[in-house]
């Protein structure tokens, strides 16, 4: 089975701290991504990732940045975190589209709940 | 663009009651659809997925299947038990144009004793 590991279930910062969510699979997927999920808002894309030091924005990038260095990890940076990030926080991963058939899901981590201070 | 309509929760039953939560996509091309759960505090896990119409996927006695001609992809159960309480979001992928999974907003299922 694939793991997708999230390096914190909970986490409080302070505003204006630089914060790093860490995430790995294990599963030697080429796409990661992450993504913040709000309450009546569900599931809203922040950055992702096709392949090793590629990264391109989702529909909320503003105040987020993302590393991938290697292949397995995708970290997700708040420069300057501030209270309306405060948020559940999900890493995802996945194969790649296989040929003109998108049928590869996405396998998830637990989440980590960030609270900004 | 792509996008998933699924109806608003919560939906609350009692144990054995039958289920169903309406999902309708707008996509170009033949995308795959997908059924995710998210038990409380846990990451999203796939329930089950079609990637052609007329598939059915089916997991844990629970089944959907792709209807092209109505575009829907409706998430059905014949006795719920009170463990399925969650949150179930229907998603699509499509295999154009690249990588995302587009979500729905996602249906809490409460189901009592």
């Known amino acids: 089975d694939v793991k997708v590991t999230q390096s914190s279930r909970y986490l409080v910062k302070r505003t204006g701290e630089k914060v790093f969510l860490e995430c790995v699979q294990d599963?030697?997927?080429?796409?990661m991504f992450w993504y913040r999920q709000d309450p009546g808002l569900g599931l809203r894309l922040i950055y992702f990732?096709?392949?090793?030091?590629?990264?391109e924005k989702g529909d909320i990038p503003e105040g987020y940045s993302v590393s991938r260095e290697k292949k397995e990890r995708f970290s997700l940076i708040l420069e300057s975190a501030s209270t309306n990030q405060t948020s559940m926080y999900l890493c995802?991963?996945?194969?790649?589209?296989?040929?003109?058939?998108?049928?590869?899901?996405?396998?998830f981590g637990d989440g980590t709940r960030l609270s900004i201070l | 663009g792509n996008s998933v309509t699924q109806m608003e929760g919560p939906v609350t039953l009692s144990e054995e009651a039958f289920l169903t939560i309406n999902c309708t996509y707008t996509a170009t091309g033949y995308p795959s659809l997908f059924w995710y759960v998210q038990y409380p505090g846990e990451g999203l896990q796939l329930l089950l997925k079609?990637?052609?119409?007329?598939d059915k996927g089916s997991n844990k006695g629970f089944e959907a299947t792709y209807r092209k001609e109505t575009t829907s992809f409706h998430l059905e159960k014949g006795s719920v038990q009170v463990s399925d309480s969650a949150v179930y979001f229907c998603a699509l992928r499509a295999n154009t144009g690249g990588f995302k999974t587009i979500f729905g907003a996602g249906t809490r299922l409460f189901v009592k004793a």
């Open positions: 995802a991963s996945s194969l790649p589209p296989l040929g003109t058939g998108g049928n590869q899901p996405q396998h």
């Open positions: 599963m030697d997927h080429e796409n």
């Open positions: 990732s096709y392949d090793v030091k590629m990264k």
């Open positions: 079609a990637t052609k119409a007329d």
